[in-house]
T-cell receptor, first 115, second 116 residues
Framework: DADVTQTPRNRITKTGKRIMLECSQT?????MYWYRQDPGLGLRLIYY???????NKGEISDGYSVSRQAQAKFSLSLESAIPNQTALYFC??????????????FGPGTRLLVL | AQTVTQSQPEMSVQEAETVTLSCTYD???????LFWYKQPPSRQMILVIR??????QNATENRFSVNFQKAAKSFSLKISDSQLGDTAMYFC?????????????FGKGTKLTVNP
């Protein structure tokens, strides 16, 4: 079974709709991240969370919100979807142990199309 | 702010040959981490190799190795004995060592095609 899972894998929605993308992990990591990938731009950080009570904005948080329901679950919401939020969305986790490189491990991605 | 530059948008190589992908970065930090991720057509982001800046020895993982030149801020990836399954987008990424979001800063990627 995959360590980091994302649901749904693909989603088509209409402008103005509220949608939620979900991420779950079995790695036991405290730190979770949401990134967005656009063609030709690499990945950019939307939100991150170091534990259940810690939520922080990344570089492109406008139009998004998140919820850390448990250590293993981190959801991303688009309150009112717009076409320029069409992108590939990745969830990632990392281990905060000092001796580790804090490598981030990614889920399989959710492809979102906003019409 | 840190930046990562991959100057080769696309590359191709014949199966069994060696190819090197370039990456340069800009930072004022003295310690940090560098990564290469592979993204095949399946879209999954897969860690290929990682390097810690204070380690002078270049990292290797089977057919993958890096040439880390700290003074030049260069972190190239060498793939030996290329295989068809190596066809993918390759992203170079930087992460500062301490503090902040510990976000990964990605380059724009290099599309590698391995030809039979």
């Amino acid at each position: 079974d995959a360590d980091v899972t994302q649901t749904p894998r693909n989603r088509i929605t209409k402008t103005g709709k509220r949608i939620m993308l979900e991420c779950s992990q079995t790695k036991g990591h405290d730190r979770m991240y949401w990134y967005r990938q656009d063609p030709g731009l690499g990945l950019r950080l939307i939100y991150y969370s170091f534990d259940v009570k810690d939520i922080n904005k990344g570089e492109i948080s406008d139009g998004y919100s998140v919820s850390r329901q448990a250590q293993a679950k981190f959801s991303l919401s688009l309150e009112s979807a717009i076409p320029n939020q069409t992108a590939l969305y990745f969830c990632a986790t990392s281990d905060p142990t000092p001796q580790g490189e804090k490598t981030q491990y990614f889920g399989p991605g959710t492809r979102l199309l906003v019409l | 702010a840190q930046t990562v530059t991959q100057s080769q948008p696309e590359m191709s190589v014949q199966e069994a040959e060696t190819v090197t992908l370039s990456c340069t970065y800009d930072t004022s930090e003295s310690n940090y981490y560098l990564f290469w991720y592979k993204q095949p057509p399946s879209r999954q982001m897969i860690l290929v190799i990682r390097q810690e800046a204070y380690k002078q020895q270049n990292a290797t993982e089977n057919r993958f190795s890096v040439n880390f030149q700290k003074a030049a801020k260069s972190f190239s990836l060498k793939i030996s004995d290329s295989q068809l399954g190596d066809t993918a987008m390759y992203f170079c990424a930087f992460k500062q060592s301490q503090g902040g979001s510990e976000k990964l800063v990605f380059g724009k990627g290099t599309k590698l095609t391995v030809n039979p």
